[in-house]
């Protein structure tokens, strides 16, 4: 074979293995960068903050004793009594205040006239007295009421915000306030949340006297 014949076959074998090798490289890069890019996008996922949980049914919070009272139909006397008093803005502050509340129904056990009376600008204060006769300084619970009473030999007596006492004691399983004209209330409802307290309801308008 001739010597130019046998330059050109080395010649193209030389660039066939170059250009094997040049694939194999090129293959062995591939394969090594696809675990070095998963890495990355593993880093960079691990630095993004976790997804905040959501709360489901998450129970709205109460208002304040004002604004529990105003979304009560059944209260609507006792609101317009409280602000014609101008106590909204103390029954709104952070307290917190426990509210003996009387219902429209229980307004309505009033002598005729005696709602309209209290209700005029002239007779705020009689109304102010009457008003913080039915609230107590502090959060007291129905259990803790009731804890109160039997540890005090069956009577407990509440201190009110008008200063004039309350007598709390239990008749039939019911928690029952007697008021300064020896008049009675019984508890009908007890612990309705508010921010700022919580609200027993009442069946009778009680009296400082």
């Not at 194999?24 to 990355?40: G, N, Q, V």
């Not at 209700?119 to 803790?144: C, F, I, Q, R, W």
Request: net charge negative; glycine share 6%; hydrophobic share 50%.
């Amino acid at each position: 074979m001739p010597l130019k014949t046998h330059l050109f076959i080395a010649t193209a074998m030389a660039a066939s293995l170059t250009l094997a090798a040049c694939e194999d490289a090129s293959d062995k890069a591939d394969y090594d960068a696809a675990p070095a890019a998963a890495e990355t996008e593993m880093a960079v996922e691990a630095e993004m903050p976790a997804a905040e949980p959501m709360m489901e049914d998450a129970a709205p919070e109460a208002g304040t004793i004002v604004v529990v009272a105003a979304g009560t139909d059944d209260l609507s006397t006792l609101v317009a009594a409280v602000t014609a008093a101008g106590l909204v803005d103390t029954l709104n502050s952070d307290g917190p205040f426990t509210v003996f509340a009387p219902p429209n129904s229980a307004f309505a056990k009033l002598p005729e006239g005696t709602v309209e009376t209290l209700l005029m600008p002239e007779n705020k204060e009689t109304l102010s007295a009457v008003l913080t006769y039915h609230v107590v300084a502090g959060e007291v619970m129905a259990a803790d009421l009731v804890q109160a009473i039997t540890d005090n030999g069956g009577t407990y007596t509440i201190t009110t915000v008008n200063g004039a006492p309350l007598t709390a004691s239990i008749v039939d399983g019911n928690v029952v306030l007697t008021d300064a004209t020896g008049a009675t209330a019984t508890v009908t409802a007890t612990d309705i949340d508010a921010s700022n307290g919580v609200v027993h309801l009442i069946d009778t308008v009680v009296m400082p006297g």
